[in-house]
């Protein structure tokens, strides 16, 4: 299953605060999946080099970036998620 | 009117003859001297060359003398990771409770930053010289990192649920925020700054009631310093924040600026309810970057006929990106300072292209000429053109009139304008004289127009 953090190239200021704060949280849930056993979980980061690539990105339906998808479905659209909320929607993910 | 003087009737919401004009030049002045973002960051003197460089290139009424919301948090111990063609950012943060590195320090070891605290020193010292060398000429932005942007750097994401699970430790570190800015922008102001804008992307993620709990107190509270030594701010927020750009009124900035997300005219009607300025918001990437300077004039046209020219700054959605093409924001620079058809015939390498205009005075008809990018993109240039077939088709001229829409997206469409006389964007001319420039006639004085045209004619 497949944890995606999709950027975009050349963001402004805002979006790059929030980008580097979505990668720590991708971080820190990856140490703690990791420590309570859970495995198969690939945590990906993709950067667009243009708004039109975005078109190509499956389960991206609102285009607001920076966004999180997880196993195709968007949960985050430009906003900022903490770690203790995407474990959630991974756990809810794998265990339905 | 000086392009500064223009710039602070705007920022106090007065009438202007034109709405402001304000680039946000941040790492975008490093590509304007020919250097990568990092060696701009950390260099008194590329800081001073890239802001005049822009100046002399966009011909502003302001320009920030930095963008770049690192500096406090650098200061106070934040770890940074440059980049070659963006600004630095925030690789940790020492409030983290969970980073045994580089985190587990309390509020009490942290202390108002000094001049001689990080990269402060240099700032300040391109901040004096940038407000020497053209700080009569026009307004000149002090950038703070705003309170809640600066905790959250401080803390990390563990702000979020420290608001909810310890409200009083919060409070606490946002006082704390609340004082660094306050000293950041006193320095600015001793530095020669105008304006201090608060900048506070972060709020876009946090509900009003957060907000208005853990925002509003402190944030008022630099204004209201600002305020105090005479010099006027501005609340920035990039990002979704619209449920919050009431509460941010509240907290009593001359001005309030935003990007593509949130609505301008939304933005707009809730300000002046507040009687604060607003500015804004030209699409950073899907126009400043990767647009065309057309699309350029087209998105700062739409902003300039929503925003108007009460208490309006004409400005992009944030830091321009690196890589912005310069002829882009020329572009937008020839719409602000009426000279579209000076760029664009600059732009076009018109040899070769030909239009021959009409013999208006022999012709047995009335010809209406209607300049504009396209209508079916650029709203007042939909809007002039819905007019124009409206007094045409109300008049019922039958075939004594014709009107033809001359889109400056194509070559042909430049050089008519250019032999019309034309600079401004949308224009009507009628039988070869011009008649309404970017204003849109009502539809009955316009078929009144075109009656007398015919008339002159002998044709009604």
Known sequence: MKVQLITLANPCTACLITENLLKEVFEKTQISLKARGVENIEFETVTLNHPQEIYNVEGLEVEKLPSVIIGGEQVTAGSLIHRRKLEQFIDNYIIP | MSNKQLLISALKNEQTERAAW???????????????????????EHLV?????AYEEYRPDGLPILFDLQIEAEALGCKLKYSHDNPPSVATHPLDPFDSVNGGKTLDDLKIPTINNGRYKIVMEAAKEICAKIGDKIGLYGLITGPFTLALHLLGTEIFYQMEDEP????????F????????SRMYIEAGADIIAAVDPMTSQISPVHFAEFVAPYATK??????????????????????NIEEMCKCKPDNISIDENIPLDYVKDICQKYDISFGGNIKLTVTMLF?????????????LTIGGTKGFILAPGCDMPFATPIENVRAVSSLVHGEISDFLSDESALDGVEYNLPDYKNEKKVIIDVITLDSSSCAPCQYMMETVKSAVSSGNFGDKVEYIEHKVKEKESVVC?????????????????IKYVSIIPETSKLRDDISLALKAKNLL
Do not use: W
């Open chain 2, 177 to 184: 925020c609340e004082n660094v800015c306050i000293e950041t």
């Open chain 2, 168 to 175: 009083e430790l919060t409070h606490e570190l946002m006082k």
């Open chain 2, 22 to 44: 304000v680039p946000f030049v941040g790492c975008h002045a490093a590509k304007l001297i020919g250097i990568d973002a990092e060696s701009y960051f950390k260099t008194k």
């Open chain 2, 222 to 243: 630099v204004f209201e310093y600002v305020r105090e030594q005479g010099k006027l701010s501005s609340f920035f927020v990039c990002g979704d924040a619209k449920r």
């Open chain 2, 291 to 303: 647009g065309s300077p057309t699309d350029n004039i087209n998105d700062a046209q739409n902003c």
């Open chain 2, 49 to 53: 060359n890239g802001i005049i460089k």
């Open chain 2, 417 to 433: 304008m250019i032999k019309l006389g034309v600079s401004n964007i949308p224009t009507i001319v009628i039988d070869g004289e």
